[in-house]
């Protein structure tokens, strides 16, 4: 769940790269065919109005209330899940996600083929893609787009993990997009990269502050074009009526912002939105009783964890910000985990809505699920947590404070986001529990936990990302290649971590194609990173939202056993969505178009052979993608 160009943020404003592990796994087949090579084709409830919801003209919109602030309407910029949502509606990648397991699927390309080496790569562009504006979209689209983040650093600060390792991309016809790497590449079938029309963006200078932002209707290709942006209010979109996919079925598409979730709420209950997200328990509750509301209660991609400041420092050495020397010593950071009860957090605080936290990947997708060991894993013992720090020479004083080896008491202060009601109820936990063993903690709440972190001004904090059917993005933002070159330059990294080993597993796994190998090395990276002490994942929360069914007739969740509909992999969830007194109900999706909600059934996903993609975001709960 962080910088300048916009500013890269942990959790609230543009984000330093974080969130980001996408993960719904690839089926079998499609992990054979991609080994062998192969081809692979396509508060109290206010009544509920009596129907469905329909502008003054008579248009069916679809109204998605969001709680995130858009960091930037450039592809080339945007980090925020709100964002790269938005993007995955407007513009074609080279391929997408079944939405039943998240195998590749076409997309902007309809086949590829990597050599025998592995080494060259070659996309079949199809030919049935315009842009918005009536310009054919071809490979050329696709080559300036890889290029330009190839050879402009502030085009790659989104997404230049999947381009580092490019040697050369040409497009040498329409149809033909070629790949060439540098050292083999785990990823190529889940290059999550948004493909711009070149005869736009060719013009623009500086890819550091262009945000997209002035100019509508913004020219796409993909289910829906962006017709307005208002900052902080909303974004509205119209169905691509010449997408290749076929047209979205309702009228419109807003995405409305709310600071506040009972307000969301409230106007989920009025019929103001059709759609929310991010609903607390008391929420979902009082909404399963409601009238024309369906509650969408499944298995989450995300993880909710606490960040600990591992000492600030950019690629050149230099050191910065105001971490406490004291979290340096893994003793230190051990204890504290030692004094955090999972259990606790997952009963009374998301009350049954998530699952106790362990390694970095979240069970729904099981091939990289990792758990520690009974000898490995840092239990609740606060007891434990007491000896640890007294062995270490953290002793108490005469009234229970416990002081540093240089005689100051040891005060923490973490970083919380002012709109998450879970940071502030576990923090109010934590000072309990680490006051317990004499240890002073500052609970921060603020609006905007971005710039204290990104200047490496904070103690820990609170962490999350969504995790995607690739998990190289969200492993990238832990290596020391993610660090800022320069204090003053942004980085992709998520907490400031840098360390050896952790690297070394990373680069194994980057170039390995077998599927199985690569889960083994990623297991590894996990455990790596949990006896380091800087990540502590607490939970993994449920998606737990909510839609009205006298709005929606159907919609699809992704994985569609049960899955989440905001924030997919893909676009399924709003282009399939069918309004409410349509026809048949006909979604038009690929593979499936019936109203597929899954009500907390747990689904492991098969994992595949590059088809996972990365992590994002962090500015609220769901902040990063």
């Known amino acids: 769940m962080v910088h300048s160009v916009p500013p890269r943020t942990p959790r609230q404003q543009p984000v330093r790269r974080r969130l980001r592990l996408r993960l719904l796994l690839a089926s079998g087949a499609a992990s054979a065919a991609l080994v062998a090579g192969t081809v692979v084709p396509v508060q109290p409830l206010l009544p509920a109005p009596p129907q469905a919801r329909a502008a003054d003209d008579g248009k069916q919109v679809l109204t998605v209330a969001v709680s995130q602030s858009i960091d930037s309407l450039s592809p080339f910029l945007a980090q925020r899940l709100v964002s790269t949502s938005l993007h995955r509606l407007t513009y074609e990648y080279l391929t997408n996600y079944d939405p039943k397991d998240a195998h590749a699927v076409p997309g902007f390309a309809t086949a590829w083929k990597p050599s025998a080496d592995k080494l060259t790569w070659t996309f079949t562009i199809r030919d049935n893609s315009k842009w918005s504006d009536g310009v054919q979209a071809t490979a050329e689209d696709a ?124 106007a989920l209950q009025k019929g103001e939105v059709s759609f929310t997200s991010g609903l607390t328990p008391a929420q979902a509750a009082a909404l399963k009783s409601a009238d024309n509301i369906k509650v969408n209660d499944a298995p989450g991609r995300r993880f909710y964890a606490l960040a600990t400041n591992p000492g600030a420092r950019s690629k050149d050495g230099t050191k910065f910000g105001n971490g406490h020397p004291a979290l340096l010593d893994p003793a230190v950071r051990k204890a504290l985990f030692q004094a955090v009860d999972r259990k606790t957090i997952v009963d009374r605080v998301f009350q049954g809505h998530a699952v106790e936290g362990q390694g970095y990947i979240p069970p729904r997708f099981g091939s990289y699920f990792w758990q ?135 680069a194994q796994q980057a170039v390995e194609y077998d599927a199985a190998k690569r889960a083994e090395l990623v297991k590894q990276m996990e455990s790596r990173l949990y006896d380091t002490g800087y990540m502590n994942v607490m939970a993994y929360p449920n998606a ?82």
């Open 143 to 266: 080559a300036w787009t890889f290029n330009k983040m190839m050879t402009d650093e502030n085009a790659a600060t989104a997404n230049g993990s999947f381009t580092a390792n490019f040697k050369k991309v040409t497009a040498p016809d329409p149809e033909t997009l070629v790949i060439e790497l540098k050292k083999p590449q785990a990823t190529m079938a889940a290059l999550d990269v948004p493909i711009v029309p070149k005869h736009i963006w060719e013009k623009v200078g500086d890819f550091s502050s262009f945000n997209n932002d002035k100019q509508f209707p913004i020219v796409g290709n993909g289910p829906f074009i962006v017709t307005d942006y208002k900052v902080d209010q909303y974004v509205r979109l119209k169905p691509n009526k010449d997408f290749w996919r076929g047209a979205p079925k309702f009228d419109e598409l807003v995405l409305k912002y709310y600071k506040d979730g009972d307000a969301a709420v409230a």
């Open 372 to 506: 520690p060991s009974e000898s490995q894993r840092i239990a609740y013992d606060p007891a434990a947590a007491a000896r640890t720090l007294d062995a270490a020479g953290y002793k108490k004083t005469g009234g229970g404070k416990r002081v540093g080896k240089d005689g100051k008491p040891l005060d923490f202060r973490i970083l919380c986001h002012a709109t998450d009601p879970n940071d502030k109820a576990i923090g109010k936990y934590l000072q309990e529990w680490w006051g317990r063993l004499g240890i002073g903690l500052k609970v921060e709440c603020l609006d905007n936990v971005s710039d204290p972190w990104l200047a490496g001004d904070y103690d820990l904090a609170f962490d999350g990302w969504s995790v995607n059917p690739d998990p190289d993005y969200v492993l990238s933002i832990h290596t020391c290649d993610a660090l800022p070159a320069t204090p003053k330059d942004s980085g992709a990294t998520d907490n400031f971590i840098c360390d050896k080993e952790y690297d070394g597993l990373y």
């Open 544 to 625: 737990v939202e909510a839609y009205r069914t006298d709005q929606i007739k159907s919609i699809t969740t992704m994985p569609e056993a049960a899955g989440n509909l905001w924030g997919q992999d893909g676009y399924w969830s709003w282009w399939s969505a069918v309004p409410a007194g349509d026809g048949d109900g006909s979604g038009g999706s690929s593979s499936s178009t019936g109203v597929v909600i899954g009500i907390g059934a747990a689904v492991v996903v098969a994992a595949a052979l590059g088809l996972f993609v990365a992590m994002r975001r962090r500015s609220t709960a769901e902040d990063r993608e």
